[in-house]
């Protein structure tokens, strides 16, 4: 996906079609990237690229534009979860969720502007203050 050796793509891309951006990731060599798109079949155009050791499933919020990624540090044993702006790639929050192993499973919407983490150790919920 980025032409270095050694890539790992552990799941799907998020879609934001209203926005016409995807986001895709390479996990070995955390690495995440948006692009821009017109229609389905256009081609793809770099919008912007964040270092983070990701391979949960993305998980977007239309509404707000509001992007749940997780980013793991294998040096402290610490997998984070992380919001970005869809859009932009800024960075909006972060927290620990208690997992020693980086996630390649899933979050998943709460009912309260809040989402859920599953890891193989750990369920957390996060949410916006």
Same mark, same amino acid.
């Given at each position: 996906?980025?032409?270095?050796?050694?890539?790992?793509?552990?799941?799907? $891309?998020?879609? +934001?079609?209203?926005?016409?951006?995807?986001?895709?990731?390479?996990?070995?060599?955390?690495?995440?990237?948006?692009?821009?798109?017109?229609?389905?079949?256009?081609?793809?155009? $770099?919008?912007?690229?964040?270092?983070?050791?990701?391979?949960?499933? $993305?998980?977007?919020?239309?509404?707000?534009?509001?992007?749940?990624?997780?980013?793991? +540090?294998?040096?402290?044993?610490?997998?984070?979860? %992380?919001?970005?702006?869809?859009?932009?790639?800024?960075?909006?929050?972060?927290?620990?969720?208690?997992?020693? %192993?980086?996630?390649?499973?899933?979050?998943? $919407?709460?009912?309260? +502007? +809040?989402?859920?983490?599953?890891?193989?150790?750990? %369920?957390?919920? %996060?949410?916006?203050?």
């Amino acid at each position: 996906m980025y032409g270095r050796p050694g890539g790992l793509i552990a799941n799907p $891309p998020a879609i +934001d079609v209203e926005r016409g951006i995807a986001v895709g990731y390479d996990s070995s060599n955390t690495t995440v990237t948006a692009w821009s798109f017109d229609d389905p079949f256009s081609e793809l155009r $770099p919008r912007w690229t964040r270092t983070l050791a990701h391979a949960m499933h $993305p998980l977007g919020c239309p509404a707000t534009g509001e992007l749940l990624l997780n980013d793991h +540090d294998a040096t402290s044993g610490t997998d984070q979860a %992380v919001v970005l702006d869809i859009e932009t790639g800024d960075e909006l929050g972060r927290v620990d969720i208690g997992s020693p %192993v980086q996630s390649v499973l899933f979050g998943v $919407p709460g009912w309260h +502007d +809040d989402a859920y983490v599953c890891s193989f150790t750990t %369920v957390t919920r %996060v949410w916006r203050e």
